[in-house]
């Protein structure tokens, strides 16, 4: 009972780290129609960059996790506004290339400039300890998590489902010619919302670095994990990434607890059966 | 009656006659800049067999995604079995080279029949999305079934008996890499003939506009999967013949990295051209094998700057900028594009 616990904890916690990461991808997959396999470079560089505040600069963990999204969002601008804008709208395979591409180039850079080594992210004291929660103790920073994987969830469903900016964005992304002739200003709206899905990104790839180590391969090693995760929850749905984070999730921290040779074995033959009775996903639009 | 000849002739010259003048053509420059670097780099004999291999391993993936449309990220698991089929029967005592790469050809195409299946069923990025797991599959078997496969370590020790029970297998990897020049130059003829046949013409017809294919009359489903079966063949042989040049096995060869690497050779070379994955394939590894011998740190940067360059400056592939050349050129004179 014991173990059954700690795994459901456990899964429970890494579904929640892959569902604040994914759901940026989700967002920019569904909503701007872009396979971006770069998203996990963006959830590395701010992996980095609170390292680097934390542990170097000696910083608190909270001023660490602001850092690193503002730092990732900045960087990602100028990416976004020469790389991205070119491949909005074209064939999946000619973004696939580009975002491969700029993966490759962040790995290169990340490796050249921080080396090979894995890097930590200090917690702070009141995370780093086990909380009795009545019948368990569990670490307080697995009640972070989902503690963030709430928040973000509830968040993202009020800004798309009952905000003047939602409105806009869900009509720019069921006609985009149309808003931008009823004057809605899709460039802007395309920023704002990329922006919002590196931020997330970076938000996840420091929170969930206790699940997802941080080190330069981690952007090729977990981009297939994301992508499957985000195909399928259905691209662009916040219910599908959560139904699919909690239960890949769980499917793979099972895996790895009770047979640990099988490696990554249950979490593809899951995905396959998932995808052979959903070919688009959970809570996939019909396309 | 000799104008009427003449006439006839000179009609049928620009449809079939050119394109033949022009497939042998192609063909014989394939062979001369296969012998040109038997010739100008002796000493890097096994890094040309293994661009061999792998354009095989590209040309598979054209057949399906630059002539079917359907985009995948897990070839490497065709590549894979043709080449752990062969290492193990290899291991096992038949030595023959030929017999070998017939067995990676029918693992290839074993694999390719049960991977059609699976992926056919879904549409776009969820296909995308199945070929991934269907490798990751494949490489969590190959690694879980050591016994057979010699897991993380590789299969090693494969000898290889004499080709035609002459030509040994030698330290320099003369012999495998004409094996393997010959292997290739086969196969490119055999695909040629197949895209240009009524199958291919038809392949073609469902990566346009399947909806329509499906009105004429055809069955989309098993024409696609027929096209996977000859593309694993094609993919198992590249296994095989890797197997045979390089007397190991390892796991790396049903890996998701071998497999975007060979989709990224097909897309700089150019989709839905024979011609193009072979040019990419030569281009992104000798790139590859440049950069990685100046500076072993770099190479994945440069790499990747490579792949932004290619989408930004010439999303069609090289071989697009080429034809978008010769087909101004031709303009220009007033022919036919």
Same mark, same amino acid.
């Given at each position: 009972?014991?173990?059954?616990? #700690?795994?459901?904890?456990?899964?429970?916690?890494?579904?929640?780290?892959?569902?604040?990461?994914?759901?940026?991808? #989700?967002?920019?997959?569904?909503?701007?129609?872009?396979?971006?396999?770069?998203?996990?470079?963006?959830?590395?560089?701010?992996?980095?960059?609170?390292?680097?505040?934390?542990?170097?600069?000696?910083?608190?963990?909270?001023?660490?996790?602001?850092?690193?999204?503002?730092?990732?969002?900045i960087? #990602?601008?100028?990416?976004?506004?020469?790389?991205?804008?070119?491949?909005?709208?074209?064939?999946?395979?000619?973004?696939?290339?580009?975002?491969?591409?700029?993966?490759?180039?962040?790995?290169?850079?990340?490796?050249?400039?921080?080396?090979?080594?894995?890097?930590?992210?200090?917690?702070?004291?009141?995370? #780093?300890?086990?909380?009795?929660?009545g019948?368990?103790?569990?670490?307080?920073?697995?009640?972070?998590?989902?503690?963030?994987?709430?928040?973000?969830?509830?968040?993202?469903?009020?800004?798309?489902?009952?905000?003047?900016?939602?409105?806009?964005?869900?009509?720019?992304?069921?006609?985009?010619?149309?808003?931008?002739?009823?004057?809605?200003?899709?460039?802007?709206?395309?920023?704002?919302?990329?922006?919002?899905?590196?931020?997330?990104?970076?938000?996840?790839?420091?929170?969930?670095?206790e699940?997802?180590?941080?080190?330069?391969?981690?952007?090729?090693?977990?981009?297939?994990?994301?992508?499957?995760?985000?195909?399928?929850?259905?691209?662009?749905?916040?219910?599908?990434?959560?139904?699919?984070?909690?239960?890949?999730?769980?499917?793979d921290?099972?895996?790895?607890?009770?047979?640990?040779?099988?490696?990554?074995?249950?979490?593809?033959?899951?995905?396959?059966?998932?995808?052979?009775?959903?070919?688009?996903?959970?809570?996939?639009?019909?396309? | 009656?000799?104008?009427?000849?003449?006439?006839?002739?000179?009609?049928?010259?620009?449809?079939?006659?050119?394109?033949?003048?022009?497939?042998?053509?192609?063909?014989?420059?394939?062979?001369?800049?296969?012998?040109?670097?038997?010739?100008?780099?002796?000493?890097?004999?096994?890094?040309?067999?293994?661009?061999?291999?792998?354009?095989?391993?590209?040309?598979?993936?054209?057949?399906?995604?630059?002539?079917?449309?359907?985009?995948?990220?897990?070839?490497?698991?065709?590549?894979?079995?043709?080449? =752990?089929?062969?290492?193990?029967?290899?291991?096992?005592?038949?030595?023959?080279?030929?017999?070998?790469?017939?067995?990676?050809?029918?693992?290839?195409?074993?694999?390719?029949?049960?991977?059609?299946?699976?992926?056919?069923?879904?549409?776009?990025?969820?296909?995308?999305?199945?070929?991934?797991?269907?490798?990751?599959?494949f490489?969590?078997?190959?690694?879980?079934?050591?016994?057979?496969?010699?897991?993380?370590?590789?299969?090693?020790?494969?000898?290889v008996?004499?080709?035609?029970?002459?030509?040994?297998?030698?330290?320099?990897?003369?012999?495998?890499?004409?094996?393997?020049?010959?292997l290739?130059?086969?196969?490119?003829?055999?695909?040629?003939?197949?895209?240009?046949?009524?199958?291919?013409?038809?392949?073609?017809?469902?990566?346009?506009?399947?909806?329509?294919?499906?009105?004429?009359?055809?069955?989309?489903?098993?024409?696609?999967?027929?096209?996977?079966?000859?593309?694993?063949?094609v993919?198992?042989?590249?296994?095989a013949?890797?197997?045979?040049?390089?007397?190991v096995?390892?796991?790396?060869?049903?890996?998701?990295?071998?497999?975007?690497n060979?989709?990224?050779?097909?897309?700089?070379?150019?989709?839905?051209?024979? =011609?193009?994955?072979?040019?990419?394939?030569?281009?992104?590894?000798?790139?590859?094998h440049?950069?990685?011998?100046?500076?072993?740190?770099?190479?994945?940067?440069?790499?990747?700057?490579?792949?932004?360059?290619?989408?930004?400056a010439?999303?069609?592939?090289?071989?697009?900028?080429?034809?978008?050349?010769?087909?101004?050129?031709?303009?220009?004179?007033?022919?036919?594009?």
């Amino acid at each position: 009972m014991q173990t059954i616990l #700690s795994i459901a904890i456990d899964a429970f916690a890494y579904g929640m780290a892959l569902f604040i990461i994914c759901i940026g991808l #989700s967002l920019t997959m569904g909503l701007m129609r872009v396979v971006n396999l770069a998203h996990g470079a963006f959830a590395m560089i701010a992996g980095y960059i609170a390292s680097y505040a934390a542990r170097d600069l000696g910083l608190g963990y909270a001023v660490a996790i602001f850092l690193a999204i503002i730092g990732t969002v900045i960087i #990602s601008i100028p990416i976004e506004r020469l790389l991205y804008r070119r491949i909005y709208g074209k064939p999946e395979l000619i973004q696939v290339l580009m975002t491969i591409g700029i993966t490759f180039c962040v790995i290169g850079i990340t490796n050249y400039f921080f080396g090979p080594t894995l890097k930590t992210i200090p917690l702070p004291g009141s995370l #780093s300890q086990p909380v009795d929660i009545g019948f368990k103790t569990i670490a307080a920073h697995r009640l972070f998590v989902m503690a963030c994987g709430g928040v973000v969830a509830g968040g993202l469903w009020f800004l798309i489902e009952r905000t003047d900016f939602g409105i806009k964005l869900r009509a720019t992304v069921d006609n985009a010619a149309m808003a931008d002739a009823l004057g809605v200003r899709t460039q802007v709206v395309y920023a704002i919302s990329f922006a919002i899905a590196i931020g997330l990104a970076a938000l996840g790839g420091v929170v969930g670095a206790e699940f997802l180590p941080i080190e330069p391969y981690y952007a090729l090693r977990y981009m297939v994990t994301f992508l499957v995760v985000v195909s399928v929850g259905g691209a662009g749905s916040i219910p599908g990434a959560v139904v699919a984070c909690l239960l890949l999730g769980a499917v793979d921290t099972t895996g790895r607890y009770l047979m640990p040779e099988f490696g990554n074995f249950f979490f593809y033959a899951a995905v396959i059966a998932i995808v052979c009775v959903f070919p688009r996903g959970f809570f996939g639009r019909a396309q | 009656m000799q104008v009427i000849a003449q006439t006839e002739s000179v009609a049928a010259a620009p449809s079939t006659g050119s394109r033949w003048l022009r497939d042998v053509t192609g063909v014989i420059l394939i062979i001369a800049a296969g012998l040109a670097g038997y010739w100008l780099f002796p000493d890097n004999l096994a890094l040309l067999t293994r661009v061999i291999a792998i354009a095989l391993l590209v040309l598979s993936i054209d057949l399906i995604t630059g002539y079917c449309g359907v985009a995948t990220l897990g070839q490497a698991a065709l590549f894979g079995a043709g080449a =752990y089929a062969a290492g193990i029967a290899c291991v096992n005592g038949v030595t023959e080279p030929l017999t070998l790469i017939v067995i990676g050809a029918v693992a290839g195409s074993a694999a390719g029949l049960l991977m059609g299946t699976i992926m056919l069923r879904a549409h776009g990025l969820a296909q995308l999305v199945l070929s991934i797991a269907i490798v990751q599959l494949f490489h969590e078997a190959a690694n879980k079934a050591s016994a057979y496969t010699g897991g993380s370590d590789g299969l090693a020790g494969l000898t290889v008996s004499p080709l035609f029970g002459v030509f040994e297998f030698d330290l320099w990897g003369q012999t495998a890499y004409l094996f393997g020049l010959a292997l290739l130059v086969v196969v490119f003829v055999v695909l040629k003939f197949i895209v240009s046949s009524p199958f291919g013409m038809l392949c073609r017809g469902i990566k346009q506009d399947p909806i329509r294919i499906r009105a004429m009359g055809s069955f989309v489903f098993p024409v696609l999967l027929k096209m996977f079966v000859i593309s694993g063949a094609v993919a198992g042989m590249g296994g095989a013949l890797a197997a045979i040049s390089t007397q190991v096995v390892g796991l790396d060869s049903v890996s998701f990295e071998l497999s975007a690497n060979a989709l990224v050779m097909l897309v700089l070379g150019g989709l839905g051209t024979l =011609y193009g994955a072979l040019v990419g394939t030569v281009i992104f590894m000798g790139f590859e094998h440049i950069v990685s011998s100046i500076n072993p740190f770099h190479w994945m940067t440069m790499v990747g700057a490579l792949l932004i360059a290619v989408v930004i400056a010439a999303p069609g592939g090289l071989s697009g900028v080429l034809e978008r050349i010769s087909g101004s050129g031709r303009g220009k004179k007033g022919g036919r594009a």
